[in-house]
């Protein structure tokens, strides 16, 4: 058995050792505690009635804090929160109950985020395109530091993690690249690197990820009955490249429930190919409620530490199978923003997106469900972090969005103006639909072919449908586009998302009627 291994073995052992003095399972050497304005919550496991003292010191053994916390049952954890702290170290941090003492050594204060979902996320940095490249950059990130949680299921909420792949580390060449979907995840190596590089703070990256897994799984019982869910069936993905457990809440049991107390600075979610044959019309109802579910916990279970509206980044759905009549993949891309469109949004406050439809890999090693560009993924996550985690009101994070519309009908145009400047990078006849129907259900989508680009405008050509104009739609399938051609982007170069959307009447407009957008109400999506 590897040595650190062994040391992750012994880190679970106070648990079960009835009164043993010990950290919790995932505090350890070369960790990273949340930095101020929050407290970092600190707890473990002693002696039942028994006090520890916890002390914070930095160089020399100078004391900076000292804190104490009385061990309660019933299973014998001590807590306690720290003062705020400014970012940077090494630290030492010691629990000392009575003759015992256990120091944690190397510690840092700076943003801990908590990487979760599936196998996309769980894709490690030795599986992306430029592997070698990224691996060898590792040691130029020593401020960076990776936890691993293992897989793990529960039918009850544990306390503590049961296993963990890799405790806290300094990244390497070989623990960003142990193997494949294992540790470390390179969605969240990549993100929490340029994290580092545009904030010049220490990163804490958290890793809990499993491949071949619905949303069902991650969230809990209160999630479930709020979505009207059942709370003890599953189903099979397969689809995926390793399947993972399907019953619901067995992973918020065992790999999100533990580690409630951990003071968290944001999330970086992806996850949902499962969900597109899984309940995925309810995605719309399951993912705002477990971003909101899992807010309160941890802004509980830290004590209030964990701010109530933890920045929640995500990835929407890349691509699948290029010629697929399937619109399960659209309509969980579109339910992921809770039928927005784009976020944050009111049902969704907080949160960001990197949409992925533009980076289809078809012919990656993995399938193509897994493809292999993870930088563009972590790229467009970081600006929404920059925007969103971290105030940057001047950066621009989203791709354009449609924001009015002007039928010419005699013409048989429709003009569609943006709310950004628009790149065209491709004339796609496919990408536009337009409803054309006397009744909502069944809608006739017929394509609407790209007929002129203007600086903010598009204009489209509606042959057969020029007065009857119900709904409008764009990418709306399982591969939209080839790698980085999606017909519309921003100059910055994020791609415009795809949606569906209402076409409603709002009177004469100069050129011709003007018409609202508005998500979509009228058409039945399953």
Known sequence: M???????LLALAPAAAGGRLGFASYYGDHMVLQKKPSGAVVWGHGELGAVVTVILSGAGGLIIMEKTAQVKGPSGTWTTVLDPVD???PYALTAEQGLENVTLRDIYFGDVWLCSGQSNMAMTVLQV??????LAMASRYSYVRIFAAAPARSD???EDLERIDLPWSIPTAENLGHGNFTYFSAVCWLLGRSLYEALGSPIGLVEVAWGGTPIEAWSSRRVLQACGLPEDTGSTSPHQHLSGPQTPSVLWNAMIHPLLNMTLRGVAWYQGEDNTLLHTDQYNCTFPALI??????FHAGSAGQTEQLLPFGFVQLSTYRRRSADDSFARLRWHQT?????????RMPSTFMAVAMDLGDE??????????DKQNVAHRLLLGARAVAYGDKDLVFQGPYPTRAILEVTRGLLNVTYSQELICRQRDAQAFEVCCSSQASPCQWLPA????VGSRTVTLALSGCRTLVLGLRYAWAEWPCEYQACPLYNPQGLPAPPFLLDTLPAGNAAGGRELLLLPASRFPLN
């Open 2 to 8: 590897a040595a650190w291994a062994l040391l992750a």
């Open 87 to 89: 970012q940077g170290g």
């Open 129 to 134: 395109a430029n592997a070698s490249q990224e």
């Open 156 to 158: 009850v909420e544990l």
């Open 292 to 297: 909101a579910d899992w807010r309160r916990a």
């Open 338 to 346: 809770a039928d927005l469109g784009v976020v944050p949004n009111a």
């Open 363 to 372: 012919h990656s090693p993995y399938g193509s469900i897994h493809p292999r």
């Open 449 to 452: 072919p790209v007929v002129a």
